[in-house]
């Protein structure tokens, strides 16, 4: 019998929170070498370390910054692509959510796990002095966890007559990111759904124009040779693949510093194409946390991936059979170390 092919997502800002606190401790030990390097790091850069933060009581002004957030993310998630067991799963693709993106070009072999949190901290203390904008998330599925056209219609309105952006296309969300004003009139006039729409803290605009300024900023700051081709395909905020073969590595940069940082990321997209063109047998979702289990349901529903075409078939599946492995549950966990 041969191996279980995955997909494997990486998990993007505002999945390490207060549930989740302590999951390096819990579940780092496979990337324990690196840990202590970026910890190094850390020291000599002024910061926290990693092991510090996430042995400390969670205080979201400081677990929720873009200088901590952003490493304490891609940490959790490097334990849990080591923890994979590969003697059983064969990786066909790596694919994340906005920050997963970058995550993902180490975990796909496009940058050394050390550049990987070079570029991960880069990005993510460029706003340390203060936030460009903010993004809030709304969602546009009905109860079935399909897309209602209507109410997609009616927010997309809003949001262009509120001057916002579409930052995010989330499976059954919308991430909306623009300057403060835009998004209180958006809190506003968009119909209240249970907690929605909600702003997200610590969170800028982030893939939207507002981000200009700090793509400038990182193209000064990143050099291209801390890229290569990926040693297995990684499929980004477009849907677009990046194969070990034909990756032309200036557009990679280009993308990831340009289009990735200032334009929308069709996370939806993304996923779409991972399946589609690479079927595999499962979809691995990285930790930390589980946020970004329902989202991928809801795109799965949207392509009827395995007749899977409603939340109440979704939650069926992953009962007895899961399609979705989230590391972030300890149940689904043990299925793939």
């Known amino acids: ?25 819990a579940n780092g030990a496979p990337a324990q070498s690196h840990t202590t390097w970026m910890d190094e790091q850390r020291k000599a850069a002024g910061l926290q370390t990693l092991t510090e933060l996430d042995s400390q009581p969670f205080k979201t002004k400081i677990h929720m910054a873009g200088e901590h957030a952003s490493a304490l993310i891609y940490t ?19 694919t994340g959510n906005s920050m997963g993106w970058y995550s993902a070009l180490a975990l796909g072999g496009s940058l050394s796990v050390e550049n990987g949190y070079n570029l991960i901290q880069t990005m993510g203390s460029m706003m340390a002095g203060g936030t460009i904008g903010g993004q ?34 989330l499976g059954g ?17 968009l119909p209240a759904h249970g907690k929605y729409p909600l702003q997200l803290p610590y969170h800028a605009a ?60 069709d996370f939806t997209a993304s996923v779409s194409a991972a399946i589609k063109e690479f079927c595999p047998d499962k979809m691995v979702l990285l930790g930390p946390g589980n946020t970004l289990g329902g989202a991928v349901g809801q795109i799965l529903i949207e392509n009827n991936w395995l007749d899977i ?29």
């Open 1 to 25: 019998m041969g191996k279980i092919r995955i997909v494997v997502i990486c998990p993007g800002r505002g999945t390490y929170t207060r549930e989740t606190s302590g999951y390096l401790k």
């Open 76 to 94: 959790c998630s490097l334990a849990d692509f080591l923890s994979i067991d590969q003697s059983k799963y064969e990786i066909a693709a790596v």
């Open 136 to 169: 809030i998330i709304y969602p546009i599925v009905d109860e079935k966890w399909q897309i209602d056209e209507s109410k997609k219609n009616m927010v997309t309105a809003e949001i262009e007559k509120a001057g916002s952006y579409v930052s995010i296309y």
């Open 206 to 265: 982030f893939h939207t124009p507002l981000m200009e300024s700090v793509s400038k900023k990182a193209k000064a700051m990143i050099s291209e040779s801390m890229f290569q081709k990926p040693s297995v395909p990684l499929v980004d905020g477009r849907g677009h693949i990046w194969s070990p073969f034909s990756t032309d590595t200036a557009k990679l940069v280009d993308y990831t510093l340009n289009h990735q940082v200032t334009k929308t990321y």
């Open 309 to 337: 075409d409603s939340k109440k078939s979704f939650s069926k599946r992953q009962e007895s059979e899961p399609y979705l492995i989230s590391m972030g549950m300890e149940k689904q966990r043990k299925m793939v170390c």
């Open 173 to 189: 969300y919308l991430v909306i990111g623009g300057e403060q004003s835009s998004l209180d009139k958006l809190l506003k006039s």
